[in-house]
C-alpha cells in the first residue's frame, strides 16, 4: 500500500511541475496561437492566379510576341508610400541574391556596379514591367544556374513553367519589404 501511494504522489508532483512549465518565445519565433500577418502586408493586384504564392501568366516569346508582362504590387494606404523596388532577383537563390546578392546577378543590374531601382509614383502602388524575350537576355548573362527557368511552354501541362521572381521594395520612409516570390507561368 506505501508502494502504491508513494507512485501517486511522484505521478501527481511530475503532473503538476510539467504543467506549470510555460514555453518562454523570446527567440522572436511565431508562438503556437500567433497571427503570422506582416506587419506591412503587399499584395500583386493583377495576379491571374493565387497558388500559394501569386502567378502572373506571359505568353511564350515568339517571332512577333515579346511575351510582355507586368507585376502590380499594392500595400494598404495606411503603411505609406513606395518608393521604389530597389532590387529583382529570379530563381531558386533569388532571395538571398535579393537580399544580399551580387549586383551582377541582379534582373535589374546596372551593367556596372549597381542596380537600376524602378521608381514609384508617390503612392503605395508601384508596377513591375518585363518581358520574356528580356528574360532570356538576362538567363544567357547569368546561366541557368541562376535562371534555372525556360521561358518557352512546358511539354507537360501539369507543370508549367514558372519562373520565380523576387523583389526588394523600400518604402518612402526607409522601410525595406521583401514580398512573398511572386512567379511569372509560360502559356
Partial sequence: MKKHFLIVCCLAG????????????????????????????VTVTNADFFERFYIVVAKAPTATEQGKFTINFSIPADKGKIKEITRV?????????????????LYNYNGTSGSTPIPGNGSNTITFSS??????TFQTRVGTGVAPTSATVSTNPQSPNQIDFYFLITLEDGTT???????????
Fill in 14 to 41: 511530475l503532473a503538476l511541475a510539467s504543467s506549470s512549465c510555460k514555453k518562454v518565445y523570446d527567440d522572436k519565433s511565431l508562438a503556437p496561437l500567433d497571427q503570422a500577418y506582416a506587419p506591412i502586408p
Fill in 89 to 105: 532577383a529570379v530563381g531558386g537563390s533569388g532571395l538571398a541574391n535579393v537580399q544580399t546578392g551580387a549586383p551582377a546577378l
Fill in 131 to 136: 518581358s520574356l524575350t528580356d528574360y532570356k
Fill in 177 to 187: 519589404i521583401i514580398p512573398p516570390r511572386v512567379q511569372v507561368r509560360v502559356v
